[in-house]
């Protein structure tokens, strides 16, 4: 079976400072990646996208970044963190069909001070 | 650009109650999907529907997509607390990689 992981769940930075959040999937090949933010209670807003090693789709512009060094693992950067970046994020992944049904990790509590 | 529109934004009842919830577009998807997201969690995938007129049923959940795939219900009958969460619809496109997300539906259920 497939499962998803984030890491890690909580985090609290200052204003300014660096940011890596990774998420890995396993029992799957050849995934999309999807990194969203959601704000509380709310809908999730689509951040990057991608369909194989190297390639990425930013859906907005912002100072985050993301990539995916292996086939399986999806990397969330940002080399100065604002306090607008505080939010719950959700990586999640889908087998490539026209379906398109997501399954998503546990999720990142960001907290920028 | 495609838009889904959830309503209501939230959703007080009392246990026992019935409830339908709402997702709406001018856009035509491929398939509609229904997710569930407790607090602190990420969303769990309920059902996927596909064909125009399509109903599914997950124990006390119904779920309808419209005749021209442009709209989706979720009708839950005697509501417990365990229902709590937000719900989301979600469309996908045909040719796309990924999905529209509509901004959710808050349902509390109190004992």
């Known amino acids: 079976s497939q499962t998803i992981h984030q890491w890690p769940a909580t985090l609290v930075q200052p204003v300014g400072s660096p940011l890596s959040l990774e998420c890995t999937v396993e029992?799957?090949?050849?995934?999309?990646l999807y990194w969203y933010r959601q704000a509380a209670g709310r809908g999730l807003q689509l951040l990057f996208y991608s369909v194989g090693i190297g390639q990425i789709s930013s859906e907005v512009p912002q100072n985050l970044s993301a990539s995916r060094p292996q086939d399986r693992q999806f990397i969330l950067s940002s080399k100065k963190l604002l306090l607008s970046d505080s939010g719950f994020y959700l990586c999640a992944w889908s087998v490539h069909s026209s379906y398109n049904e997501q399954f998503f990790g546990p999720g990142t509590r960001l907290t920028v001070l | 650009t495609q838009l889904l529109e959830q309503s209501p934004q939230f959703l007080s009842i009392q246990e026992g109650e019935n409830l339908t919830v709402y997702c709406n577009s001018s856009?035509?998807?491929?398939?509609l999907q229904w997710y569930r997201q407790e607090p602190g969690e990420g969303p769990v995938l309920l059902v996927t529907?596909?064909?125009?007129?399509e109903v599914k049923k997950l124990k006390r959940l119904t779920f309808q997509f419209g005749d021209a795939r442009k709209d989706s219900s979720l009708h839950i009958t005697a509501a417990q607390p365990g229902d709590t969460g937000l719900y989301l619809c979600?469309?996908?496109?045909?040719?796309?990689?990924?999905?529209?997300f509509g901004k959710g539906t808050m349902l509390l259920v109190s004992p």
């Open positions: 979600a469309g996908a496109s045909s040719g796309y990689s990924t999905l529209t």
């Open positions: 029992g799957t090949s050849n995934p999309n």
């Open positions: 856009s035509v998807f491929s398939s």
């Open positions: 529907v596909v064909t125009g007129g």
